[in-house]
């Protein structure tokens, strides 16, 4: 695939020791593209988010990997063996739908030591097994209950214990949190960090929420229609955004239209500066706190000239909306001690500093 990622954010493409390798996945539904044709390499242990919006193609590409849907083409690769053609219950995964799945009438045992009976283990070794996970997940005391009697957050902790029982090479969880309120949510993000530390296995993760990729991930697959524009650890994707998507999926971003020409930038706003690449439409990505307000005779490698038009204290920071010219707006974020605080109405100098700055194709 054609991977706009820069060569440092990138996984070791066919390091040998990637634990799931895809390589040119694609699924096709008629005539439309869920995923379009893409390689992503997971390495062991690695605890890894596959984010963006609804409907880019998350639960395709997760339940392709999982062995639940047949990619049109490609291959899966786990642990150095072919698994493209292996169905999901041979193959060294374990998923935890959206929705949990449980058997509602079975007890919180009963539904853990599910995938350990159906494997033959002899009884001793189930109850021991069974005895552990409910542990670690910090079930004992409920594993008579009926599974419908739990809360939605212990309903999910059953759900991860009946996956993880199983010891998969790599789990997959399909917006593991997206049930939870968001309380809940972020007491569940703590447990599936500690889960994964303690279970040392490889977790895989879909969600739409960058707040809890960000919270879990050590790395980051950023989706957009069918395709991953970017792949690295976190704050490789929030400081060098590879495509004006990702800029906008992730964090807060100022973005400022123009064109290149002969290794030069012209942005619509007025600034230029010398920056190679080929010629064409460019959008310049600059975070809100890499942007100043410029003090009389201050100079900054990229500066613009606009009025304040708001200015909102936010207890650890000061967001400053700011109109430059054809009506655009730069948000900049002040330290909150700021003396004199700008004023609404009041005409100021912005800038930044090259290297703050990320210019991808518009
Ligand atoms: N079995 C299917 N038949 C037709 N279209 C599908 C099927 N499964 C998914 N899609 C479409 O593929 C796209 C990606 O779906 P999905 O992988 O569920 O996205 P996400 O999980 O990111 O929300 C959506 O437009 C969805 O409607
Ligand atoms: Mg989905």
Known sequence: MTLQTPPETRSKQDSPAALLKLRGISKRYGDFAAVEPLDLD??????????????????????????????????????????????????????????????????????????????????????????????????????????????????????????LILRPKVLLLDEPLAALDLKLRHTMQDELRRLHQEFGGTFVFVTHDQGE???????????????????????????APATRFVATFIGDANLLQGERHGGQVKLEAGPAFADAGPDGAITAVVRPKAVKLLAAGEGADVQIAGMVEDVVYLGDHIKCSVKIMGEQQIIVHLDAAIAPRPVVGEQVNLGWPLLQQRVVVA
Do not use: W
């Open 213 to 239: 990729a960000l919270s879990l991930a050590n790395r980051i697959a950023v989706m957009n229609a069918g395709r991953i524009e970017q792949e690295g650890n976190a704050e490789s994707i929030y400081a």
């Open 42 to 163: 997971i390495f062991p242990r690695d605890f890894v988010a596959v984010l963006g919006p609804s409907g880019c193609g998350k639960t395709t590409l997760l339940r392709i990997i999982g062995g639940f849907v047949s990619p049109t083409t490609g291959t899966v690769e786990i642990d150095g063996r072919d698994v493209t053609k292996i169905g999901p219950e041979k193959r060294p995964t374990n998923t935890v739908f959206q929705g949990y799945g449980l058997f509602p009438h079975m007890t919180v045992r009963q539904n853990v030591g599910y995938g350990l009976r159906l494997q033959k283990k002899t009884r001793a070794e189930i109850d021991d097994r069974v005895a552990e996970a409910l542990r670690q997940s910090r079930l004992t005391e409920f594993a008579d209950r009926s599974v419908a009697a739990l809360s939605g957050g212990q309903q999910q902790r059953v759900a991860l214990a009946r996956a």
